[in-house]
């Protein structure tokens, strides 16, 4: 590549990563899934400051138009891998917090009624 890679390079890039992106959600390899995650969010940075080629091809386009429907079709697998997986976490967590809060409030309740108890 010559300094800084154009656009067209960028959205291949991309969906090379989007591709493994699925490949890691179907088996759930969180970690790398997190990482593949990292390198798009890198390249969408670089993406987003790269000038657009205005004497680009209409080849160029069409490519361009064609990677963009391919990660977005990636996205939407991942998603649906994932998502399951979060609904898991999200109703773990919600009934370890749930958990909790009737503890602490057990035990808040049972140290005010303790000294009532005694007669102190």
């Known amino acids: 590549m010559h300094g800084m890679p154009s656009q067209i390079e960028l959205y291949e890039e991309m969906s090379l990563l989007s591709a493994r992106m699925v490949e890691a959600a179907r088996a759930s390899e ?4 997190i990482e593949l995650e990292r390198g798009v969010t890198g390249l969408r940075n670089t993406l987003m400051a790269t000038p657009e080629d205005r ?4 080849t160029d ?7 963009i429907r391919r990660i977005l079709e990636d996205d939407a697998e ?3 891998h994932t998502e399951p997986w979060m609904e898991h976490v999200r109703k773990y967590l919600g ?3 749930r958990r909790r809060d ?3 409030a057990y035990a808040a ?3 005010e009624a303790d000294p009532g108890r005694f007669g102190a």
């Open 102 to 104: 009737v503890e602490k």
């Open 61 to 67: 386009l069409e490519r361009k138009r064609s990677l």
């Open 78 to 80: 991942v998603r649906r």
């Open 55 to 58: 004497n680009a091809p209409a």
């Open 95 to 97: 009934n370890s917090t």
């Open 30 to 33: 969180w970690d790398e899934l």
């Open 109 to 111: 309740g049972a140290g």
